[in-house]
């Protein structure tokens, strides 16, 4: 019958504590996940919510995804805090930069998974993170983004357009409830990217608890980077 895939489920993977470098001289402290004993198809590279509402690499469905997704989708998980952000881990030297100075973590980001030859990166930005991976993540090794709850509030339009010309795929899970910015305000914000794919999430909010809301967000991503791994299994 196997087990069930719960919130604390934690699968098999090679895990190891990394630190980013950027430009401007800060080290960044986060995490890679790789598949336990094959090579990663793909690279999720986590941008976590605001740091001044709690956000984190360990935000709980950015945690998920490192738990579950190297061990049933052959996915590398790469996660890291942001300036000034603190979690079990530890804490990225720096301070909270409003989204501007983080471009720079991005890079870093971005120059790790270009030098360790990481294939094929998607960024998986989440709230704040999506902002970060409209502004700064235009970046030609970047497949393409995948948005959860995204605010659409530092991000502009003209970085919509920009992401347009960029012309990789985006796609944006909505929740049915999210509390800025709602599956029916969305969908014309992002028809400024013509390849923009909207997914608008029944009775999911911003925050995306619960575990049938973490299968969704987790099946859409995989759907995307893995398509041969979909639907994710539920036991194990």
């Known amino acids: 019958m196997g087990t069930d895939i719960r919130a604390s489920t934690v699968l098999a993977a090679r895990r190891e504590n990394i630190e980013l470098h950027t430009a401007d001289g800060l080290t960044l402290v986060g995490e890679l996940a790789l598949p336990a004993s094959r090579p990663p198809v793909a690279t999720l590279v986590c941008l976590h919510p605001l740091p001044t509402h709690g956000g984190m690499m360990d935000s709980h469905v950015l945690r998920k995804a490192s738990y579950r997704l190297p061990a049933l989708a052959d996915l590398a998980v790469l996660r890291f805090n942001t300036r000034g952000t603190t979690s ?32 094929n990166p998607w960024l998986v930005g989440w709230s704040f993170g999506t902002e970060l991976a409209l502004k700064w993540g235009r970046d030609p090794i970047v ?30 899970l909505v929740p049915e409830f999210d509390d800025y910015l709602r599956p029916t305000e969305a969908a014309p914000r992002f ?11 029944e009775g999911a909010k911003h925050l995306w608890v619960g575990e049938p809301y973490v299968r969704i967000v987790l099946n859409e991503i995989v759907k995307r980077v893995n398509p041969a791994a979909v639907p994710l299994p539920t036991t194990v």
Do not use: C, K, N
């Open 191 to 201: 028809a400024r990217v013509p390849q923009a794919e909207v997914v608008g999430v």
């Open 88 to 119: 079990e881990r530890g804490t990225s030297q720096g301070s909270f930069a409003e989204g501007e100075g983080e471009r720079w973590d991005v890079a870093a980001a971005l120059e790790y998974v270009d030098f360790h030859d990481l294939p």
């Open 143 to 172: 497949a393409g983004a995948i948005l959860l709850s995204p605010p659409l509030h530092r991000a502009t339009d003209e970085d919509l357009d920009a992401w347009a010309a960029f012309g990789r795929p985006m796609v944006a």
